[in-house]
């Protein structure tokens, strides 16, 4: 007899353990024998929700992949608690309390939204794939798939660089599921412009997409001592004309998206949170389904998604007055960014505005730490870093102590005046001493930045924690002094080094200004250039 045809492969993101989790301390040995049964390291969707009260933290290595995940992860918690409305008659902080005191999800809670769509849930199903779009086995070329090599951000792939592994690309290690959805994410938020798999919608064929609504962005989360807090916290409050019969994730809506048409209208927080996409995406699984052997990438639609409005990102204005998102940083710590995210209204002259969801989050709880998550990159092709840092909880300083608040605010501000400040102060001397046409980045520059801003940092923190903000002027002056002259220090012995330091140095204090001329009177400055000191 013929043997039956094979099942496709099932890969249910509900079911299947698949996100990495850090247990709070003690749970791990609990009443049941088998610990590593009782509180594994991998769980699914369901069990995640279920258990968010004992679980610490989601313990995904790749910021990106986790700060998509935190999105996807809130647009299902509005859906589970029902927070996906406020109305005027629907009392959403009261609701939001209410769930606080609970202290947990309920089963009937999640089982009511993930029973009746369980199937789109399905990494692998053939009809609609969990964030993927089937129709490109037909509408692209299965002969150039982009490969895993591709898929997975972390491989080098082209002209790419290798960042934690090297591969070779004619024999590549398929990923496994758990490890492809991760990477599915990052292209969905993360991914870059340019140059795609063709692909032929009707008459139309294209190989260009647009950025992912969070490249190069660096965005910014209410983390509390559970990911039920953390889920919790980081809700973004709807507009009281959302409704969720409008504001549909992209899992939830009945047909696929016209690639060739407008995309559909962001109507509320979750479609917000989970339908920026520029890129289409299909996973290929073995006959297995262990592995992923395959993926075609190409783009969803050739207009571009506003990503105005995201609730977790701090909001700029450039000199033409438009907004933009303030950019990851490998090289710029977190402290840099905290009044930002504790203060109404920050200094600085691109009038920062703090992330949304942080004026609501101490609703929740006000020992709120901040995770910061990002991924330094170009608008196209190129990475660079990962960024991933996170404060102390002190996200409750502007309501208990204001004036503290007020000093951070200071703090950052004196610490980047010195550091900016010994930047110029080592370029000109550079210049100088090698007789640069110019002022430019330099060695010096690269080396004093690498003594002065960890020093900076621990300064920062030792005052904040100590709430000693007396003298913070005159430290992190002698901070930069000190990185000045290590870093000049080998030029003192030649008599053009020793002039290029010495006249350089000033700019540490503000640089040279030109006082008026007196005239009429014996004992004027002239024109004399002097320095000036606001320490």
Known sequence: MPSAPLAPPAYNLLDEAWIPVRWIPGKETNDTADSTTACPPKVGLRELLLRAHEIEQIAIADPPALSALYRVLYAITARVTELDEAGPDKNWSERRDDLVTTGRFGEEQVARYV?????????????????????????????????????????????NHSWFQHVNSTAPELPTPDQAVLHLLVWHYYGPSGRCSSRTVGGTKAASSKAGPLRSTLSYHPEGETLFETLLAGLPKPRESVSRDSDLCPWEREELPDPAAAPPPLKGPCSELTARSQHALLLVPDATGRHVQDAFITWANQLKISREGDPYLIWQTSKEGNPYPRPADSQRALWRDLDALLLENPA???RPQRPEVFRTALDVSEDL??????????????????????????????????EVAVEIGRLRVLGERYGNRLDRAVKKAWAGFTTAPKIRDCTWAVDAAARYWPAAEAEFWKRLNERDFDGAAAAFRILAEKAYDTVTYGALGTMRGAKACTTARIELYGGPVKRPAKTGGAGGTGGRNTSTEDA
Do not use: M, W, Y
Not at 377 to 395: E, H, N, R, S, Y
């Open 348 to 350: 600085g002259s691109t």
């Open 369 to 402: 730490r901040v995770r910061a998550l990002g991924f330094e990159q170009d608008g196209q092709a190129k990475d660079i870093q990962f960024v991933d840092a996170v404060t102390p909880p002190v996200l409750g300083l502007e309501k208990q102590e204001p």
């Open 115 to 159: 029973t009746p769509i369980h199937g789109r849930f399905d990494l692998f199903d053939p009809v609609r794939p969990f964030l993927q779009d089937p129709r490109l086995a037909e509408q692209c070329d299965p002969a150039n798939t982009a490969g895993v090599d591709k898929l997975i951000t972390t491989r080098p792939s082209g002209n």
